[in-house]
C-alpha cells in the first residue's frame, strides 16, 4: 500500500514570497490533515478536512495559509506571503476516517523562509 | 483540552541499557494517549497508542508504555537500546475516541555505542 505522498521535500523562499505545498493521501482515505512542525516543537494541526470540506481550520492563519481539497483526493497548503517564522515542516497525514482510525504521515516538506 | 509535557528535550542512554522517556497529560475528558517516532528526515510513525482497554500497552520495535491515571503519565520505556532506536519521540493526547492527537515538544533519544 502505497503512503501519503507529499512534494516538494525541500523548498527554500524569500520573505514576502508565495509557495505550494502538495499532498496525495493514502487511496480511499476520507481525512485529510495539514500539520505545522516548528523545528524543536511537536506539529500543531492547522487544517483538518473530510473529503472536499473542512472539518477544522481553527489553527489555520488564514490570512496568509490556505488550503483547499477540490476533489476530495490530492490537496495543497499556499502561504503567501510567507514570513520568516513560517520555517517549518509541513506535515500532511490521512486517515480512513474522520478522527476515528489512526493517521498515516508522509515525510513531509521543509520550508526554509529567508 | 488536552495537553502532554515531555520530561527532558534530550535523552541520552548506552546501547543495551533501558530507555524511559516520561511524559505527562492533562485531559478534561478520559483520554487516548499516544507515542510516536520520527527518525530523521521521515514522517511521523505510531509507535503504539492507549485508547481505554489494558493499561499496559506494547507496541513495535520492543517498545511499551503505561497508562496511570493516578499519576497522569504515560511513559515509554525498552528494555535494551539499540543503536537504529535513536530518533526524535513525541507523546500525544487526544480526547477519548479520537485519533486527531495534540503533541509534546518531544524527546530527541541518543544511544551511544
Known amino acids: 500500500e502505497a503512503g501519503v505522498a507529499q512534494s516538494p521535500r525541500y523548498k527554500i523562499i524569500e520573505k514576502r514570497q508565495s509557495v505550494a505545498f502538495w499532498c496525495n493521501p493514502i487511496s480511499g482515505h476520507a481525512t485529510l490533515y495539514w500539520y505545522q512542525q516548528i523545528l524543536g516543537q511537536g506539529p500543531k494541526l492547522l487544517i483538518q478536512?473530510?473529503?472536499?470540506?473542512?472539518?477544522?481550520d481553527s489553527q489555520l492563519p488564514k490570512d496568509r495559509f490556505s488550503a483547499e481539497r477540490l476533489k476530495g483526493v490530492d490537496s495543497t497548503l499556499k502561504i503567501q506571503p510567507a514570513k520568516l517564522e513560517d520555517s517549518a515542516v509541513y506535515l500532511c497525514a490521512s486517515s480512513f476516517d474522520s478522527g476515528n482510525t489512526e493517521a498515516f504521515f508522509g515525510q513531509g516538506t521543509r520550508l526554509t523562509v529567508v | 483540552a488536552q495537553s502532554v509535557t515531555q520530561l527532558g528535550s534530550h535523552v541520552s542512554v548506552s546501547e543495551g541499557a533501558l530507555v524511559l522517556l516520561r511524559c505527562n497529560y492533562s485531559?478534561?475528558?478520559?483520554?487516548?494517549l499516544f507515542w510516536y517516532v520520527q527518525y530523521p528526515n521521515q514522517g511521523l510513525q505510531l509507535l503504539l497508542k492507549?485508547?481505554?482497554?489494558?493499561?499496559l500497552v506494547k507496541g513495535i520495535n520492543g517498545f511499551e508504555a503505561e497508562f496511570k491515571k493516578s499519576e497522569t503519565s504515560f511513559h515509554l520505556t525498552k528494555p535494551s537500546a539499540h543503536m537504529s532506536d535513536a530518533a526524535e519521540y513525541f507523546c500525544?493526547?487526544?480526547?477519548?475516541?479520537?485519533?486527531?492527537?495534540?503533541f509534546g515538544r518531544g524527546t530527541s533519544l541518543i544511544v551511544h555505542p
Open positions: 478536512f473530510q473529503n472536499n470540506g473542512v472539518v477544522d
Open positions: 500525544a493526547v487526544s480526547p477519548g475516541g479520537s485519533y486527531i492527537p495534540t
Open positions: 485531559s478534561s475528558v478520559p483520554p487516548y
Open positions: 492507549y485508547t481505554s482497554a489494558a493499561t
